[in-house]
C-alpha cells in the first residue's frame, strides 16, 4: 500500500495526520509555539540581550537578573511633585497639628460609638416590646359586651356561695 504524506508511519496508512481527519489541541499548538520561538532565539539571542533583556527572559519564561533589572533614581522623579504640607511645618507646628488631628479624631470616635449605642438601645427596646407583644398576644381578644365573661359582681349568687363565708342564719 502506498504511503500517503499526512500518514504518520509507514506501517499503518490508518494513522492520518490531517487536521480534517485529527483534531488538534491546545498541546500540538504549544508544541509549533515553542519550535517557533526556539528558532527565533538562537538566530536572536545576542541582539535581543543587547537591546532588549526583558523580553528575551520573558520568552524563555525565566525571572529577570538582577544586572538587568533597572533601579528608579532620584532624578526620574517629576519636577513639579507635590510636597506635602506636614514637611513645611516647623516640629512644634508639626506636633501641635499632628496633637489637633487625634483629638479631632478622638471625638469622631467617641461621637460614632455614642450613635452606634443610642441604636443598640433603640433596637433592644423595640425588640422587648415586640416579645412583649408576642407574649400577651392571647390574652387580647375581642370580648362581648352582653357576656360575663371574668368580671363577677359581687353581689351575685355565684360570687356569694363560692367565695363569701356563709353565716347560718338559725330560724
Known amino acids: 500500500m502506498k504511503k500517503h504524506k499526512s500518514d504518520q508511519s509507514k506501517k499503518s496508512s490508518s494513522r492520518k495526520r490531517q487536521f480534517g481527519r485529527t483534531n488538534p489541541n491546545h498541546r500540538y ?4 509555539l ?51 504640607p506636614q514637611s513645611k511645618l516647623s516640629k512644634e507646628e508639626l506636633d501641635a497639628q499632628m496633637k ?24 433592644e427596646r423595640i425588640e422587648r416590646n415586640r416579645a412583649a407583644y408576642l407574649r400577651e398576644r392571647s390574652l387580647i381578644y375581642w370580648t362581648n359586651p352582653h357576656d360575663q365573661g371574668n368580671y363577677r359582681s359581687i353581689h351575685s349568687e355565684e360570687y356569694q ?11
Do not use: H
Open 29 to 32: 499548538f504549544m508544541g509549533l
Open 34 to 84: 515553542k519550535t517557533e520561538t526556539e528558532e527565533y532565539l538562537k538566530d536572536n539571542k545576542e541582539k535581543l540581550l543587547r537591546e532588549n533583556p526583558e523580553i528575551y527572559y520573558q520568552m524563555i519564561n525565566r525571572k529577570l537578573p538582577k544586572k538587568y533589572q533597572k533601579k528608579d533614581s532620584p532624578l526620574n522623579m517629576p519636577v513639579n511633585a507635590i510636597v506635602p
Open 100 to 123: 489637633k488631628e487625634a483629638e479631632e479624631r478622638r471625638i469622631k470616635e467617641n461621637a460614632a460609638r455614642e450613635k452606634q449605642r443610642k441604636d443598640k438601645l433603640e433596637e
Open 161 to 171: 356561695s363560692r367565695y363569701k363565708k356563709k353565716k347560718y342564719e338559725y330560724y
